[in-house]
């Protein structure tokens, strides 16, 4: 069970009237920016779907294994979105283990994702290779632009784009209806040749039936308190990535993307099924 971490006053901006999505899912992961109204409805989902924290740090894993992996494909760029909070290891740590001359830009439209990694890239970081940015994944366009603006990296190079665990959360346009396939699918247009797209989201097909009844059971818990959900099946996922060419072994379970990639500060979850990780993952390039 995560620790429960000392109290510190919240940044400006950040509402502690209904638990987050990005704090909740950090405390999962056993960090610390999280609030007690967080931390209560943590609890109340593990309750119902204990594997839950096991299949937030399978994603963890695979954000790991994923980078790792394109580090080894001559891949120096990277620009997160929906980045969250820094617990587990960053894309930016991740990847300085392999190739320290990397970059990466995080993007995050939640007040205390931003206000943490800024904390954690004076600390930790280094100016001239990683920022953050507060940007909406669903104005792709004006997310371009920041991202530019950091002369961090050079968006007329080949990169990485990494959209993990964040496509299940409902993205609503102006008349309330998902827009994330539309804004992922401006983002493929976006991409010089030669990038990449790694995607992972929560899905209802295909799981153990225990699990489904139980992911079933939370999500309707999130949508009640927290924020909608939109769940893909295996085929829609895929379509995500367009006319992109998934690498081998194509859209899989988080736990079984290049386990062997595993490096040395990657969460360790076992299932018994990798399906029991109820979440799929993909990694893409661009023609």
């Excluded at 206000?115 to 371009?144: K, T």
């Excluded at 632009?145 to 784009?161: C, I, S």
């Excluded at 990449?196 to 079933?216: F, R």
């Excluded at 995500?240 to 988080?254: A, I, K, Q, S």
Aim: charged content about 25%.
């Amino acid at each position: 069970m995560a620790q429960e971490p000392e109290q510190e006053a919240a940044p400006p901006g950040v509402d502690l009237e209904r638990p987050s999505v990005a704090r909740v899912y950090d405390w999962y992961l056993g960090g610390t920016a999280n609030w007690a109204i967080d931390r209560e409805f943590g609890k109340k989902v593990l309750s119902v779907f204990p594997a839950g924290l096991y299949c937030a740090r399978a994603n963890r894993a695979f954000l790991h294994r994923a980078v790792r992996h394109l580090v080894r494909r001559g891949v120096r760029q990277f620009v997160d979105i929906g980045s969250g909070v820094p617990t587990m290891g960053n894309v930016h740590q991740v990847a300085d283990e392999v190739a320290p001359d990397s970059r990466v830009v995080y993007a995050d439209y939640e007040p205390v994702a931003v206000a943490h990694s800024q904390v954690l890239l004076e600390q930790h970081g280094d100016p001239s290779r990683h920022a953050v940015i507060n940007a909406d994944l669903r104005d792709p366009d004006r997310l371009w632009e920041l991202a530019a603006d950091t002369g961090v990296v050079d968006l007329d190079e080949p990169l990485a784009l990494l959209v993990t665990a964040v496509l299940h959360i409902q993205q609503p346009g102006p008349d309330g209806e998902d827009i994330g396939p539309r804004a992922i699918a401006r983002y493929r247009d976006l991409l010089p040749s030669g990038s990449y797209l790694v995607l992972s989201q929560i899905t209802d097909e295909g799981l153990p039936e225990s699990i489904a009844k139980q992911l079933g059971e939370i999500i309707r818990l999130y949508d009640s308190n927290v924020t909608k959900h939109v769940l893909r099946s295996h085929a829609e996922f895929r379509a995500l990535f367009g006319d992109f060419e998934l690498l081998d072994p194509g859209v899989t379970w988080t736990a079984s993307w290049h386990p062997e990639e595993t490096g040395p500060n990657t969460p360790i979850v076992d299932f018994a099924s990798p399906n029991e990780s109820a979440m799929l993952a993909g990694v893409a390039r661009k023609p």
